[in-house]
T-cell receptor
Framework: SQQGEEDPQALSIQEGENATMNCSYK?????LQWYRQNSGRGLVHLIL?????REKHSGRLRVTLDTSKKSSSLLITASRAADTASYFC??????????FGTGTRLQVFP | DVKVTQSSRYLVKRTGEKVFLECVQD?????MFWYRQDPGLGLRLIYF???????EKGDIPEGYSVSREKKERFSLILESASTNQTSMYLC????????????FGAGSRLTVL
């Protein structure tokens, strides 16, 4: 399978703490994206990092990409209860299709 | 604000029924996609379409068909619903921005009894 895999599967933290999620993939990619899904809803695009980039920031989000290890991490700083959601990485290979991972469920307690 | 709208949020159907899931986007996007999402399996691509009247099989097309008669509308059809098609169905669209970013609808949760 070309599917990305997120780690951990579930993460529980207190408000104000940082949350780190990891994604591993199997083959060379064009880019890697992170999406967020609130319970029972569709996915929302958060951030995209291209294969020639190593780090990218967007507000409280920081994404890193290590192509030598075929892995990426998503850091959410100063988490809020509203960050409670599932987070998915998605990789783009030589086709136009996106391959999604199985997700990390983040619970942020007030 | 750009939108992908899935007409039915929740559906309950019986085995053997024909099911239509409708998806409409207002962004003039060329590409549209249907995924299904199941616990532990993530999102799996069923079908996608690059343009009107065009369709391509994804990773799990069996038991499904699609229709794209107009640019803004992409329909997923279950010819004879089965219990193993109980799932969350997500529609998405993508324009030619070069970044391969998808805009998703809110999802349609289908239960087949």
């Amino acid at each position: 399978s070309q599917q990305g895999e997120e780690d951990p599967q579930a993460l529980s933290i207190q408000e104000g703490e940082n949350a780190t999620m990891n994604c591993s993939y199997k083959t060379s990619i064009n880019n890697l994206q992170w999406y967020r899904q609130n319970s029972g809803r569709g996915l929302v695009h958060l951030i995209l990092i291209r294969s020639n980039e190593r780090e990218k920031h967007s507000g409280r989000l920081r994404v890193t990409l290590d192509t030598s290890k075929k892995s990426s991490s998503l850091l959410i700083t100063a988490s809020r209860a509203a960050d409670t959601a599932s987070y998915f990485c998605a990789t783009s290979y030589n086709t136009d299709k996106l391959i999604f991972g199985t997700g990390t469920r983040l619970q942020v307690f007030p | 604000d750009v939108k992908v709208t899935q007409s039915s949020r929740y559906l309950v159907k019986r085995t053997g029924e024909k099911v239509f899931l409708e998806c409409v986007q207002d962004m003039d996007h060329e590409n549209m996609f249907w995924y299904r999402q199941d616990p532990g399996l993530g999102l799996r691509l069923i079908y996608f379409s690059y343009d009107v009247k065009m369709k391509e099989k994804g990773d799990i097309p069996e038991g499904y068909s699609v229709s794209r008669e107009k640019k803004e509308r992409f329909s997923l059809i279950l010819e004879s619903a089965s219990t193993n098609q109980t799932s969350m169905y997500l529609c998405a669209s993508r324009g030619f921005s070069g970044a391969n970013v998808l805009t998703f609808g809110a999802g349609s949760r289908l239960t087949v009894l």
